[in-house]
């Protein structure tokens, strides 16, 4: 369970869940079958290289292409 400043994304379906305040991290499992219709809550990126860049944002991550690369074969993979 993320709050929204945790993800670096605005509160508006947190706030509308039971508990009023966390977003529920979605298993990786399967991840690829989500590709068609984008990625979070709402389908806000069209694919991993926009959540990646996303979370290189909000979480100052300093990941090379190559690396960015492989993560998104890794998580593919599950």
Do not use: C, N, W
């Not at 994304?9 to 068609?36: C, H, M, N, V």
């Amino acid at each position: 369970m993320h709050t929204a400043e945790e993800i670096g994304i605005d509160d508006f379906q947190a706030s509308r869940s039971p508990d009023k305040k966390f977003y529920r991290t979605t298993p990786l499992k399967g991840l690829f079958a989500r590709e068609k219709g984008g990625f979070y809550h709402d389908g806000r990126f069209a694919d991993l290289s926009e959540v990646i860049a996303h979370y290189s944002r909000v979480l100052g991550l300093s990941l090379s292409d190559g690396e960015k690369a492989d993560l998104i074969q890794f998580l593919k993979s599950l």
